[in-house]
């Protein structure tokens, strides 16, 4: 008896952990059924990828990370739009709004690169500049070994360079015990624990609310875990060594970099990656927030961007 009390009182703990603090709606907050409303498909091989295509003029390119999508960036569309440009934000394939087919190396960094080239192509796009967080990184290095003349001007943002400075809040071996956690997200059992400990990690104040946590809760709750469960068993044990891409990058770089972030940390590296990357000093910028820098700080990223593409 006391262990059936013990499992109910588990279960109600993990399905009352909201993973947001403010309940407070901002005024004109975008809900994630507008955001999906606006997105388009692209059909790949694979799968259907979903994209915001918005704006008219040269073109900046938004990619997310693990286990984000481009919902990580709905509050950057409006100043990047209204600023001149045309915005693309792909769901990456298993992420967001996008299909999470079966598959393990579906979604290695040699597919997504794949796959947002082919987007690109589809769309008559032959270069554009480049913004990328998290995992987003792996997949732009790959892009970049791909199809090295496609970036005309490279941001980072809180991304996957190097080794020293990757430390992520989640390794699994590939197997059983990984799956069952895979599953657990998607069936509401641990995804409020996940999202918690994601915002309490990722951002100085979690201030998020109910509809800012509906577009990451969503995705999962529809099954978007088997790219996850890659990046979480694979990616995060064998990170692929990109230094040969790093050698070549003659395009303009910046680096926009909440300096707090615990999961990837620029200081260990940035020497490595500022000379690797032939960043000017100028152009790298810390910022007062931890790994969701787009949460807080998307007004100052979006001017800080606009500033570096227009020199």
Known sequence: MQKFFVLILTGILLFSCKPYENTKIRKNQITYEDFRADQRLFPTDDGLIKYVDQGKGPVIVLLHGVPTSGWLYRKMIKPLVDSGYRVIIPDMLGYGSSDSPDGFELYNAENHAKRLLELMASLGIEKWSHVMHDAGGLWTWELMRQAPDKIEKLIVLNT?????????????????????????????????????????????????????????????????????????????????????????????????????????????????????????????????????IQETKAEEISYKILDFIRK
């Open 160 to 292: 996957i360079i190097y080794e020293e400075g990757f430390y992520p809040p989640v390794r699994m071996k590939p197997g059983g015990m990984a799956k069952t956690a895979m599953w657990a997200y998607r069936n509401g059992v641990s995804t409020n624990t996940l999202l918690k400990s994601l915002f309490k990690q990722g951002l100085k104040e979690n201030t998020l609310n109910s509809i800012d946590v509906e577009g990451y809760k969503t995705p999962l709750l529809e099954g978007k875990t088997k790219a996850m469960y890659y990046f979480f068993s694979q990616t995060c044990n064998e990170l692929p060594d990109y230094s040969d891409v790093f050698e070549n990058v003659t395009v303009p770089v910046s680096v926009i970099w909440g300096i707090h972030d615990t999961m990837l940390q620029w200081p260990p590296q940035q020497t490595r990656a500022a000379n690797a990357l032939n960043v000017k000093n100028e152009d790298i910028h810390i910022i007062d927030e931890k790994h969701f």
